[in-house]
Structures are given as C-alpha cells and as structure tokens.
C-alpha cells in the first residue's frame, strides 16, 4: 500500500513540475495506453472496460482540438487530422472494433513519435 501511494505522488510531482511541452508528451502516451487497454479489453471480450477506455482516448483527443493555438497554419491540419481521430474512436465503439483501434493507435503513435523529436530538436537548438 505504501509503494502504491509512494507512485502516486511521484505521478502527481511529475505532472505539477511538467513543462508545457511534457505535459503534452504525456497526453499523447495516455492516449496511447487508453486506446492498447481498449484493444486487449475488446479482445477479451469486456465491452464495459473497452468503452471506458476508448472514452478516456476521446476525450485526451478533444482535449487537444481545444488547445489548438490557431495562429498558427499548421492547427488546422492538426485540427482535421484530431477531428478524424475523433470520428474513428467513436466509430470504433460503436462497433467495438479492434482494427479501427489500431489504426488509430498508430496515428496517435505517430503523432506523439513527432511532438518527441519536435521537442528534442527544440532543446538542442535553444542550447
């Protein structure tokens, strides 16, 4: 019990001293987890526990449409690209659909694979 409390105030620290751009990163791993829960539930055949999961991904990639800083010409592809995501997730639990899930997990992987190198490339530069 006290290792389980330990993780959760390092969880809690690392989100409270997060930069921005981290919280991001850690946005798109949680989606990423969501959504790989969501496929192994289906597979299991718990269809409460895949909706649950495919749930929470929709509203991390909600959360994102709304944060679009739309200045900037790049949102509104990011912003087509969030609002299909959205469409599919929704997609994918109405038919509990396994292969839409992993469709999607590989754009949300890509997507988080290029905010990673984004931010890496942000840091050598500002060195």
């Given at each position: 019990?006290?290792?389980?409390?330990?993780?959760?105030?390092?969880?809690?620290?690392?989100?409270?001293?997060?930069?921005?751009?981290?919280?991001?990163?850690?946005?798109?791993?949680?989606a990423l987890k969501f959504c790989n829960q969501a496929i192994k539930s289906i597979e299991a055949g718990r269809i409460t526990e895949a909706h649950r999961y495919i749930v929470r991904t929709e509203d991390i990639i909600e959360e994102f449409?709304?944060?679009?800083?739309?200045?900037?010409?790049?949102?509104?592809?990011?912003?087509?690209?969030?609002?299909?995501?959205?469409?599919?997730?929704?997609e994918a639990n109405i038919k509990k659909d396994k292969v839409i899930l992993e469709?999607?997990?590989?754009?949300?992987?890509?997507?988080?694979?290029?905010w990673k190198e984004a931010m890496k490339l942000a840091k050598t530069q500002s060195v």
């Open positions: 019990m006290a290792l389980s409390s330990a993780y959760q105030t390092y969880k809690n620290n690392a989100i409270l001293t997060a930069t921005p751009q981290e919280l991001t990163l850690m946005l798109y791993d949680g449409q709304a944060t679009l800083d739309k200045k900037y010409p790049i949102s509104k592809e990011l912003d087509s690209l969030y609002e299909y995501i959205y469409r599919r997730l929704v469709e999607v997990y590989e754009l949300i992987k890509e997507l988080r694979d290029t």
